[in-house]
């Protein structure tokens, strides 16, 4: 794909400053080096401020729960183009973030977890975010502080609250150590390792399950890229072995022309794949790796079972009210993303309930909206009335062939949310390795946006 059409696909051209979008392929993650007052963008070497302005005008104390996709990005961004007025507090326990995005490769050996791992350096030594390796307990939105679980408190003037998402349990029967087995690996981390495993202990003659929980859930390409890549594995390296795709959904929800292409087609993974929607879980019976749905029952020796998902506890389990969207999901102002529930607090990626998907690239693009819209608040300002957001997904089908899918959504004031623009979702005209490179471009410009 040329430059040109890359831009049109992806719809970078259009976006502007404020918004999300891959960066170009050519920017090789420098792309986002430059804050809007124009300061340095010195990518060695760089010292807290070279990347950011000095006082914008914007005051205030910031914290930010989850330093995931939709977390790192608006810490980063509030700070670059907050400048040295915003105070921010990144609240996020872990030493590292593994990304789910790729996190399929490493069930198959193309990668490995600590390929897939993103420290916070950049965004404490360029930005000045300050990191507390805790987690949040409680918000009190009355006092604005939120509770560690170390038994300190923060206080804040805004709360971004980006904490993605938890699993409802399955319904599960047969010993602990056959139940331990069955997991989603729809998190990265010990789940991704131990799935892992499993498949690479199966023989050609074995069934590997993966159902699927009805929408919304993240990363809606994402579980029939996984049936792909382990379908491509067991053809590869195993010589056979069959995947059985239990889907809740009444058809696939992404990319349907491609994925029905890799479903069906015996060069690529029809004579190993069966999918099967409308197969709403009802039981899994783990010591006889038998899997009961509204669609039938069926028998394997992996079971991957992807659990529905809601929002992540310190909202559902908050006494705020943040879960105000079927007591999952948290509902918010599309133009802020503050919570339609409490005053002050923003909550964005996979927790908040909006038009948009549940993805890591659209959650990057969330918090710069968000980032922006805080900044305008701080200031007295206005927000920005008509924000654009992007969705770009690249999806792996064999080892070195890949397709895709984009869509831009803009702010509809009669409706109040972000509707597609344009032919809504446009996916790739075919699957191929020239997708697949550009897919590795994505995925460094992604990550290098988000955590560089
Ligand atoms: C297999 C797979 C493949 C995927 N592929 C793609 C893809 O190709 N493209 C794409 O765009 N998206 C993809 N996704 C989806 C993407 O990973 C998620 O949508 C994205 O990570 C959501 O970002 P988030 O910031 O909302 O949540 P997360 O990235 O999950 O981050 C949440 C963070 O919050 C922290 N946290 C939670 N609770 C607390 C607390 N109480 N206190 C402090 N910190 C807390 C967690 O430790 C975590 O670091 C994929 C997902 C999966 C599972």
């Given at each position: 794909m040329d430059r040109r059409k890359f831009l049109a696909h992806f719809?970078?051209?259009?976006?502007?400053?404020?918004l999300a979008g891959p960066?170009?392929?050519?920017?090789?993650?420098?792309?986002?080096?430059?804050?809007n007052s124009g300061a340095?963008?010195?990518?060695?070497?760089?010292?807290?401020?070279s990347l950011m302005p000095g006082n914008t005008g914007a005051n205030g104390r910031i914290v930010v729960i989850g330093g995931g996709m939709a977390g790192a990005t608006v810490a980063k961004y509030l700070r670059m183009w907050?400048?040295?007025?915003?105070d921010v507090t990144l609240v996020e326990p872990n030493a590292a973030y593994y990304s789910?995005?790729?996190?399929?490769?490493v069930l198959t050996g193309e990668r490995t977890l600590g390929q897939l791992a993103f420290q916070y350096s950049s965004l404490t030594s360029k930005y000045g975010v300050k990191w507390v390796a805790k987690s949040v307990t409680a918000i009190d939105p009355v006092s604005q502080r939120v509770m560690l679980s170390d038994g300190n408190s923060l206080p804040y003037d805004r709360l971004v609250i980006a904490p993605g998402v938890e699993f409802d349990a399955l319904p599960m029967s047969g010993a602990a150590a056959a139940q331990a087995k069955?997991?989603?690996?729809?998190?990265?981390g010990p789940q991704t390792t131990s799935l892992q495993a499993q498949i690479a202990a199966m023989t050609s003659k074995d069934t590997f399950i993966l159902t699927i929980p009805a929408?919304?859930?993240?990363?809606?390409p994402g579980p029939y890229e996984r049936a792909c890549v382990v379908a491509d594995y067991l053809k590869r390296v195993k010589g056979g072995g069959k995947v059985i795709v239990l889907d809740?959904?009444?058809?696939?929800?992404?990319e349907v022309n491609n994925f029905t292409k890799a479903f069906t087609d015996p060069k690529l993974h029809g004579n190993t794949i069966t999918y099967v929607p409308n197969?709403?879980?009802?039981?899994?019976d783990a010591d006889r790796g038998k899997v009961s749905t509204t669609a039938g029952a069926f028998t394997g020796k992996v079971i991957n079972a992807i659990p529905p998902h809601k929002a992540g506890r310190v909202i559902t389990d908050s006494?705020?009210?943040?879960?105000?969207?079927?007591?999952r999901w948290a509902g918010v102002n599309?133009?802020?993303?503050?919570?339609t529930a409490v005053p002050n607090v923003h909550v964005i990626g996979d927790a908040a309930a909006t038009s948009?998907?549940?993805a890591g690239h659209i959650a990057n693009a969330e918090a710069k909206v968000c980032a922006d819209a805080i900044i305008h608040l701080l200031r007295g300002e206005a927000v920005n009335p008509a924000p654009i957001t992007n969705s770009a997904c690249f999806t792996p089908i064999t080892r070195g062939t890949a397709s895709w899918l984009s869509v831009v959504y803009r702010y509809d004031p009669a409706s109040a949310s972000m509707l597609p623009t344009g032919n809504g979702v446009t996916e790739s005209a075919g699957i191929s390795s020239d997708n697949y490179e550009q897919m590795l471009k994505w995925f460094s410009n992604l990550m290098s946006d988000t955590f560089s």
């Open positions: 719809g970078v051209g259009a976006l502007g400053m404020v960066l170009l392929a050519e920017d090789k993650g420098g792309g986002n080096a430059k804050s340095s963008s010195s990518k060695t070497g760089a010292t807290v401020g907050g400048g040295t007025g915003v789910n995005i790729f996190s399929n490769m069955v997991v989603h690996a729809w998190k990265a929408k919304p859930y993240r990363c809606p809740a959904n009444p058809g696939i929800q992404a197969a709403s879980l009802i039981s899994i006494a705020t009210g943040l879960a105000n969207v079927a007591g599309m133009l802020t993303y503050e919570s948009q998907p549940k």
